[in-house]
Structure formats: C-alpha cells, structure tokens
C-alpha cells in the first residue's frame, strides 16, 4: 500500500493529504509517506515496511502503545503487543513479484503460506514441522511446489480431488 510522499504538503495543488490509514481486528496502522506490506493471520497481523515508516498503534492501550517501524523492519502485532521479526529481505515482498520464498521454514509453515495462493484445502500432518525447506518458488504453478516437496522429502501428497490435498508422512 502506498501513502503520499510527504503527508503534510500536496505538491503543486497546495492541497494536504490526508494520511492513509489501515485498521486492523489487532490495531491502527498510519503510514508516514511509505510503501508497506500488511496481512492478518488470524489473531495477529504481520508488517514488512518497504520505505520511511509506519505508525502502529496495537488496539488496547491506545496511543501511549504506538510503535514507529521503520524502512527495512518487519513485525508481528496483535492486539496488545508490537514484537520485532527478522525476515530476509527478499522474502519480504517476494509475492509481489510472483514468488513464495522459505529459509530454514519448517514445512508446516511452508504448505499453510502455499495455501494461500492455491484454491480449496491444502493441509499438512503437523509431524513434519521438523523437516525444515529453503528456496525460491514460482507461485503460477502450485502442482510443481508440491511435486518439490515430495522430490526433497520423505512425504506423499493425496489429491482426493485438485481441491481437496494433504501433506502426510511416507
């Protein structure tokens, strides 16, 4: 998402722009002329700053609670706290550019980020969170992703149907 580049001053018009605001089930987030990424998972949301900075303001505890994120940060919210996140930087906006990508992610956390791009359920047996995978994937092909999987770890993939598919151990 985009803001004007200086919140105050609207260029030659004179006009001021109103800063945009996003607001969340877990707080407010007020950008300060930026680019950012923000996604709700649930009962947390996840903010990767990609220039200047973003206000985030956690819904209880109100103002005196704002935290300023800066170009280059990453952090989980929810509706209390504000914690700090390492997140390699092509990872940041990789989607954007039509790529999913995982360093060290157990592959758990691997195929839940995949069902994102692929339609109907896609679920994975929680005992394979040990087995941790890196790389770049193409997301215009989500059957190739898998088939990755399957070449890399002893797992198997049941299609009950294309839209119906489970992760299990061997």
């Known amino acids: 998402m985009e803001s004007g580049r200086d919140p105050g001053y609207g260029g030659r018009s004179g006009r001021k722009y109103r800063p945009?605001?996003?607001?969340t089930t877990e707080g407010r987030l007020t950008a300060l002329g930026t680019r950012f990424i923000v996604r709700n998972d649930g009962s947390q949301s996840h903010l990767s700053?990609?220039?200047?900075?973003?206000e985030v303001q956690p819904e209880v505890g109100g103002a005196r609670s704002a935290h300023?994120?800066?170009?280059g940060e990453d952090?989980?919210?929810?509706?209390n706290n504000v914690r700090p996140e390492k997140l390699a930087e092509t990872a940041r906006d990789?989607?954007?550019?039509?790529?999913?990508?995982?360093?060290?992610?157990?592959?758990?956390d691997f195929i839940a980020e995949l069902r994102r791009y692929r339609p109907g359920h896609l679920a994975c047996d929680p005992e394979l969170a040990s087995f941790r995978i890196s790389g770049s994937f193409p997301l215009d092909n989500t059957d190739a992703i898998l088939q990755?999987?399957?070449?890399?770890?002893?797992?198997?993939?049941?299609?009950?149907?294309r839209y119906w598919v489970r992760v299990q151990a061997q």
Not at 49 to 54: F, G, M, N, T
């Open 49 to 54: 700053v990609l220039e200047s900075a973003v």
């Open 148 to 161: 990755s999987v399957v070449d890399t770890f002893p797992v198997k993939v049941t299609m009950v149907t």
């Open 94 to 108: 990789a989607w954007t550019r039509g790529m999913l990508f995982a360093d060290r992610m157990p592959l758990t």
């Open 75 to 79: 952090v989980w919210f929810d509706r």
């Open 68 to 71: 300023i994120v800066q170009s």
């Open 20 to 23: 945009l605001r996003v607001q």
